[in-house]
């Protein structure tokens, strides 16, 4: 991020600023708002049981205009019911390639200036809207970013926070979006600035997020870091987020291949960014090699110790199937 873009903002950059004024208030009296419009993409797929928690956080946000697009795969489990309750919801349900190819199809639909991405099964933080909607008055900012929350839900419903997330410093951003979590939900963006960068690469499983926070990232995007709760994950079974088996694992390290394989190779790509790619590569087969240790699994545990050994630097990587 180029830092001048805090010293423009001044306090603006991190904290509430006083010379912006909230619009919200012509929605309620008729006259057409001021205010940038809002478009949230969820993509969803058999999530009955908590799709109405994520609505409703959008609809408890006190700001105007603010577009809500569902892009389901097909559910089976009343989700689609759910939706039919709320005729403002512009719902697409027909059969995709995985969430990638569901949030590219919502984003072509969208027709607000900001886009936030949330998950069925997670919420949005009360008033965040009007929180970060401000700042792209700023034709500088492509995005602001803020914290999120992990929590669950006890027994008698009452919601427990388990731990707090911090956005990347703008500084250790690139390096984050390849070996880190960039917590990409907590994130509002420009609709342009997803489009320059040809919005999400369908190949992967799981990392497409990070794949593309990498690009904006290399392509020098201006974002804002706020020190406010902007999104609340659930963490439960069928987490897509938290939720972690060999399984999971495993698909996230070969869409770690793909990551790598694409960016290793690369003339574009400076050779101090390549080496986080190795951190990357390692991590995964450790993380791999440690979870089929604990599934007792003792054979798969050390070939995937063997694996992260490899260099991937090396040209016959991109060869290798794994």
């Known amino acids: 991020m180029n830092l001048s873009l805090y010293a423009a903002l001044g306090e603006a950059g991190f904290h509430e600023a006083n010379n912006f004024v909230y619009t919200g208030i012509f929605s309620r009296i008729g006259m057409k708002s001021m205010n940038l419009q809002i478009s949230v993409i969820t993509p ?5 049981k908590y799709i109405e ?4 956080s959008i609809l408890r946000q006190s700001y105007f205009p603010v577009e809500h697009i569902v892009v389901d795969g097909g559910s089976t489990d009343g989700t689609l019911d759910i939706l039919a309750r709320y005729p403002h919801i512009s719902v697409i349900s ?9 949030l590219n199809k919502g984003l072509k639909l969208a027709r607000g200036e900001i886009i936030g991405f949330l998950n069925a099964d997670d ?6 809207f009007q929180h970060v909607a401000k700042y792209f008055y700023h034709e500088n900012v492509d995005a602001v970013s803020g914290k999120a929350q992990v929590f669950e839900e006890e027994k008698d419903g009452t919601s427990k926070s388990i731990f707090e997330l911090s956005p990347p410093h703008p500084d250790k951003l690139v390096e984050t979006a390849i070996t880190g979590s960039t917590i990409f939900n907590a994130w509002f963006y420009r609709k342009s600035i997803i489009h320059q960068v040809g919005g999400f690469d369908t190949q992967y499983q799981i990392s497409g997020d990070a794949d593309l926070i990498l690009r904006l990232a290399l392509m020098g995007m201006n974002y804002l870091t706020l020190d406010s709760v902007h999104y609340l994950y659930r963490q439960h079974e069928d987490s897509l987020t938290f939720q972690l088996n060999s399984d999971k694992l495993l698909k996230t390290f070969k869409d770690h291949v793909l990551f790598m394989k694409k960016y290793i190779s690369s003339t574009e790509i400076p050779g101090d960014v390549k080496a986080f790619f190795k951190v990357l590569h390692a991590n995964t087969c450790s993380a791999l090699s440690s979870q089929y240790q604990s599934e007792g699994r003792a054979l798969q545990s050390l070939l995937w110790r063997f694996r992260a050994s490899f260099d991937i630097s090396l040209p016959i990587f991109k060869y290798l199937a794994f």
């Not at 969803?44 to 009955?48: E, G, K």
């Not at 919420?123 to 965040?128: E, G, I, N, R, T």
Request: net charge negative; hydrophobic share 40%.
């Open 123 to 128: 919420l949005y933080a009360d008033k965040v």
């Open 94 to 102: 027909e059969p995709d390639q995985g969430m990638y190819e569901a």
């Open 53 to 56: 928690n994520a609505i409703q």
């Open 44 to 48: 969803s797929l058999n999530r009955a």
